[in-house]
């Protein structure tokens, strides 16, 4: 039997609890404790679940192979540098961090030192995005929806890394080709900055991405749909749910239970149905996991740095098109 790896969190709001839960019930990791500035907050998590305290962030990354970087993305930049100066591997939650520069920066070093990282893209992980995911080939149009109820909590960053950077990244991963052009419009509704954005993404090979977020919707929707060639792909991401619409050439005699399409040129498509089968799983936990694979094997992490990186780059690109056009309106 392996012997653990040994991890350590850095930050205990709502996602950091998350994180030591299910790092505490792993059988890859042995969580040896967390560290967060705010003492107060971290007592109460101490008394609550019994997770060990460290006061101190430099002890903590001292004691532990594996470095889990919850904090908020302000702080990304610092903690990481830390714990790659101490050669610790590296996980770290998204946005990797708040400017590109700084993304780089860690992504060079760790590199240099022949550490793992990863960056917490959780989407990847769905189970619905892993059952979907081999339907996908060269899509040429992409549609995304991802709406969320307001919560005050999240507007301290903008809608688009905070919400459209988990479809920036799903897109950047089934799309091989280099950005061509981007337009991006915002309206801040409730808070000073946009709360709802529409992003439309056109690359080099033809596809073109729509994408739109909001945090001011009535209800929570993260839907994506993916079309190519003779086929249609929608991914529930909230439902865990996919569905696969399929055309290939017609029987000359199809039976009356059949959908059968012509088009203008007389070619008859017949029409079926796909429901791939969803297995259950715990996305962050399957993220940190396959993350103690890539470490253990010494193989490339399922989402790197320098994807991290790529789409920080996008979601900042985004995030400048909203504001020149929100400027051109007020």
Same mark, same amino acid.
């Given at each position: 039997?392996?012997?653990?790896?040994?991890?350590?969190?850095?930050?205990?709001?709502?996602?950091?609890?998350?994180?030591?839960?299910?790092?505490?019930?792993?059988?890859?990791?042995?969580?040896?404790?967390?560290?967060?500035?705010?003492?107060?907050?971290?007592?109460?998590?101490?008394?609550?679940?019994?997770?060990?305290?460290?006061?101190?962030?430099?002890?903590?990354?001292?004691?532990?192979?594996?470095?889990?970087?919850?904090?908020?993305?302000?702080?990304?930049?610092?903690?990481?540098?830390?714990?790659?100066?101490?050669?610790?591997?590296?996980?770290?939650?998204?946005?990797?961090?708040?400017?590109?520069?700084?993304?780089?920066?860690?992504?060079?070093?760790?590199?240099?030192?022949?550490?793992?990282?990863?960056?917490?893209?959780?989407?990847?992980?769905?189970?619905?995005?892993?059952?979907?995911?081999?339907?996908?080939? /060269?899509?040429?149009?992409? *549609?995304?929806?991802?709406? !969320?109820?307001?919560?005050?909590?999240? +507007?301290?960053?903008? $809608?688009? =890394?905070?919400?459209?950077?988990?479809?920036?990244?799903?897109?950047?991963?089934?799309?091989?080709?280099?950005?061509?052009?981007?337009?991006?419009?915002?309206?801040?509704?409730?808070?000073?900055?946009?709360?709802?954005?529409?992003?439309?993404?056109?690359?080099?090979?033809?596809?073109?991405?729509?994408?739109?977020?909001?945090?001011?919707?009535?209800?929570?929707?993260?839907?994506?749909?993916?079309?190519?060639?003779?086929?249609?792909?929608?991914?529930?991401?909230?439902?865990?749910?996919?569905?696969?619409?399929?055309?290939?050439?017609?029987?000359?005699?199809?039976?009356?239970?059949?959908?059968?399409?012509?088009?203008?040129?007389?070619?008859?498509?017949?029409?079926?149905?796909?429901?791939?089968?969803?297995?259950?799983? /715990?996305?962050?936990?399957? *993220?940190?996991?396959?993350? !103690?694979?890539?470490?253990?094997?010494? +193989?490339?992490?399922? $989402?790197? =740095?320098?994807?991290?990186?790529?789409?920080?780059?996008?979601?900042?690109?985004?995030?400048?098109?909203?504001?020149?056009?929100?400027?051109?309106?007020?």
């Amino acid at each position: 039997m392996k012997s653990k790896l040994k991890i350590g969190v850095l930050g205990a709001g709502h996602l950091g609890k998350i994180h030591l839960k299910l790092l505490s019930q792993s059988q890859r990791y042995e969580l040896m404790g967390f560290y967060d500035p705010d003492r107060e907050q971290a007592q109460k998590v101490v008394e609550e679940f019994g997770y060990t305290y460290y006061d101190n962030i430099d002890q903590l990354i001292q004691a532990v192979e594996v470095v889990d970087i919850v904090t908020p993305t302000l702080s990304h930049y610092e903690c990481a540098m830390k714990a790659i100066e101490a050669n610790r591997h590296l996980f770290i939650e998204k946005p990797i961090t708040s400017t590109v520069e700084e993304a780089e920066k860690i992504f060079h070093l760790l590199e240099k030192k022949h550490l793992k990282g990863q960056v917490g893209h959780v989407e990847r992980f769905n189970p619905a995005f892993l059952s979907a995911k081999h339907s996908i080939e /060269n899509p040429m149009f992409i *549609e995304a929806h991802r709406l !969320a109820e307001f919560n005050p909590r999240g +507007t301290d960053v903008s $809608v688009v =890394l905070d919400l459209m950077i988990h479809d920036i990244d799903v897109l950047l991963s089934v799309v091989q080709s280099p950005v061509k052009h981007i337009e991006a419009s915002g309206v801040a509704v409730i808070s000073k900055s946009p709360d709802i954005t529409n992003a439309r993404i056109e690359f080099e090979n033809g596809c073109v991405a729509n994408l739109t977020a909001s945090r001011i919707s009535m209800k929570n929707m993260r839907k994506s749909r993916f079309f190519q060639k003779d086929a249609y792909i929608s991914v529930d991401f909230l439902e865990k749910k996919v569905e696969v619409v399929r055309m290939k050439d017609a029987p000359k005699e199809p039976n009356e239970y059949d959908i059968v399409l012509q088009n203008a040129e007389g070619e008859r498509k017949q029409i079926y149905f796909e429901y791939p089968e969803v297995l259950p799983s /715990n996305a962050i936990l399957n *993220e940190l996991e396959t993350f !103690a694979d890539a470490i253990e094997n010494d +193989t490339t992490p399922i $989402v790197t =740095l320098l994807q991290g990186t790529e789409a920080l780059r996008l979601a900042k690109k985004i995030v400048a098109k909203i504001e020149e056009n929100f400027k051109s309106f007020h």
